[in-house]
Structures are given as structure tokens and as C-alpha cells.
């Protein structure tokens, strides 16, 4: 059985539709907002976001929320202009991609935080300079250090199982669109099946009455 067959409202109660397109206009507006954030904190360089591990996870977080931003957009313009099961199948497909950025963003950033910890730690030290004694620097910038990584792994998991549900949700929505237009479909062919053989019958009688009357 299909993990989606089971999905029949979002969130419990939120109809699937109704709930698609929250979370189509959600991505949407993150997308946008982390691009205007990032890239207002590449634009205005400070002490504090001048180091490479904070440049590189800036830009980064840019071209992902690019992406997502594009895909959020495309199944937006799906529902308003294009509201067919061919392209609501691809903007399902779109949706597991997000679940992949989404993925591959907190990696990245995992990634430069090791390859990067030297850097960390040393804008540690820079921010605690003279707030604590330089004993017990190498302690606290550790615990943050710590404390960052933990928060990019919890972080990922939290999101990831929120992006991997939203894609569920699109998915169900899709088949049971895709089952609706199935049905209809056989309707239909079951209807026009009926008056052909209401057309045959009559046909015959027609001849039968003819015959006979000859």
C-alpha cells in the first residue's frame, strides 16, 4: 500500500487542495525571504559576518532558496494557469527536489563547519574578547562550536520531516486528482459504450419490424 493512499487531509484537517497550495505559497515566501536576508547580509559586510564560514553558508543558502523559490513558483502558476494532471505529476516530482535542497543545503553547511572550525572558533575567541578570562575562552568557544553543529543537525532532521510530509501530501493530492480524471474518463467511456448499444438494439428492432411486416 502507498505511504500517500493514507493521506487524505493535510495536517489532519486541511483539505488536501486547500492544503497544497499553503504549503506551495509557504516555500514561496521562504524562498524570498532567505534570499533577501542572505543577500542583505552579503551587501552589508561587518566585523561579524566578514569571515568565510558565514559568506559561504550566506551564498549557499542563496542559490537554494533560488531553487526552492523557482520550483514554489512553478506550482503555484501549476495551480492558477495549468491545473492538469500532467503538470501537477511534475510539480510532485519538484516537490521531492525541494526535500533534496533542502537536504543538501544543511549538508553543506555541516561540511564547512568542520572543514571551517579553526575560523569558528577563532571569531569566537574575537567576540569574547575581554568579556571573559582567555582560560576559559577555548571552553566556551568549544561549547559554541558544539552547539552549532547540534543546531545544524536538529535543524536538518525537524525540516526535512516537514518537507518529506509536505511532499506526501502534494503526491496524494496528485493521484487522487489523477484517480478523479480516471474515473471520469471511464465514465464516460461507459456512457458512450451504453448509447451505442441503445443505437445497435434499436437498429435491429427497426429491421426485425421491417422484416416482418414484409
Known sequence: ????????????????????????????????????TNTLELATPT????????????????????????????????FIFANTSRMLLIYSKIAYGIVAINIADYILSLIVA????????????????????????NNACSDNYNDIITSIVMSAVVTTLFLVYFAIVITAYVENKQNDNNNDNNNRDITEDDIATEKHIAAEKF???KTSNL
Open 1 to 36: 500500500m502507498k505511504v500517500t493512499s493514507n493521506v487524505t487531509n493535510c495536517c489532519c484537517c486541511v483539505p488536501l487542495k486547500t492544503g497544497v497550495v499553503i504549503i506551495t505559497i509557504l516555500w514561496l515566501l521562504f524562498g524570498i525571504y532567505e534570499i533577501v
Open 47 to 78: 566585523k561579524e559576518n566578514s569571515f568565510t564560514y558565514i559568506k559561504v553558508v550566506d551564498i549557499a543558502a542563496i542559490i537554494f532558496s533560488g531553487l526552492i523559490t523557482i520550483g514554489a513558483a512553478f506550482g503555484l502558476f501549476v
Open 114 to 137: 568542520i572543514v571551517l572550525k579553526s575560523e569558528v572558533m577563532e571569531h569566537c575567541k574575537q567576540f569574547l574578547f575581554n568579556r571573559i578570562p582567555d582560560n576559559e575562552k
Open 207 to 209: 429491421l426485425v419490424e
